[in-house]
């Protein structure tokens, strides 16, 4: 029975609804996925009706298809061999890779133009392969034609295998606001296939292992030792290590999301985001110059020095942190983190309070108390982190 309180003048009858849906969703690491033979992409669609045809329309990273000539025909050849279950709409179509494909939403308009004009209803599928911005872009996509469309993800870069791909994100920039449009829509499965990482440039695959040795310092003190004994390989993209940095990496970014108790982010804290309020911000400085991967990389050697300075790390934990990432083949000081503005003070600072907006409530930024513990704060004294943005600078220049 709903309870009528008296307020004043007026009486208020409140029902309260509540229900819980639950999430699950494959996430696999393959190689040759689509190998005729290969049966992983084909029990991915059948997993809920094995014996129906599904329907399925397949966007294509075109940076990937520029690496894979073939690919698109590939695909193709897949969904022919197995006619029975796969009923390909359309040729698998190539759209901008890169930010490219976040930065305006003519993109998305147009992917949502082609389910129309092609009947895509919501048990059909929206299969996006390529790098996070492509999964990005592709996941808003299936998530609002219909208001949902069954959605299955091919990562194929470092950082979309390890980090972006498993998780219930998408979106696109706008305003000049990364991520200002977009929604919290798990996928249906995430398909990984190793082979697609191997051909990568040199820059991307380093670029991906920052959210490795992310995740590794503020939740797996053993992981991050392991990424240290195995730096010569890492460094080397040795094929095994990279296959196993990325899938621990992975399971790490899937127990915070099943196990965190925020999956859809409704606090204040994102409790992966270390290094990452600075990041953000020197990717917009640098108008995406700098990759993902590499701001972060910046993020987490600056705010590692920066909990120094606070107290809250041991002193030479931050030597030890930059010293692996450089070994891994970042960089860990651009310019743009010495940009200032009209009041003279740093830009970059204040990615803290954009950081803020972003999430709501008030600021939260994770922080290390030791390798592999992360630890949250509300409040970032200005002066210590230009005293550590000082330090990275002259590290850099020494
Ligand atoms: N949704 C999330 O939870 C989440 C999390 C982290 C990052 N992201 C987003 O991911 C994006 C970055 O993703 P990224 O690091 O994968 O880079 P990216 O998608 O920008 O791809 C980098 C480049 O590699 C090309 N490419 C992709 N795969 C390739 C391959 N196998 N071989 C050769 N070239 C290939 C692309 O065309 C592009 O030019 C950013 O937009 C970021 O905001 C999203
Ligand atoms: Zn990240």
Redesign the pocket.
Known sequence: MAAQPRTGQTTATTHWQRFAVPYEFPVVFTEGLFDPDNPVLRDALCRLEPVKRHRVIVFV????T???PELLESIADYARRHADVIDLVRAPIAVP???KI?SELHFVESMQQTLFDLHIDRHSFVIAV???????AV?LVAATTHRGVRHIRI???V??QN??GV?V???VNLHGV??FVGSFAPPFAVLNDLD??A???ER?KV??MAEAVKVALIRDAEFFAWIESHSDHLATFERSAMAKMIQRCAELHMHQISHGGDPFESGSARPLDYGHWSAHKLESLTRSHV???EAVAIGMALDARYAVLAGLLAQGEELRICALLEYLGFELWHPALAKTGVSGELVILEGLSEFREHLGGELTITLLSDIGVGVEVHEIDHGLMRQALDWLRDRASA
Not at 61 to 64: A, H, N, S, V
Not at 130 to 136: E, I, K, M, N, S
């Open positions: 990273d075109d940076g990937l520029a690496a894979h890779g890169g930010e976040k390529g790098g996070g911005a492509v999964l990005d996941g990562p194929t870069t950082l979309s980090d972006s998780g994100k998408n979106g990364k991520n697609f990482v051909a990568l440039p991307d670029a991906g990759r993902h991967g």
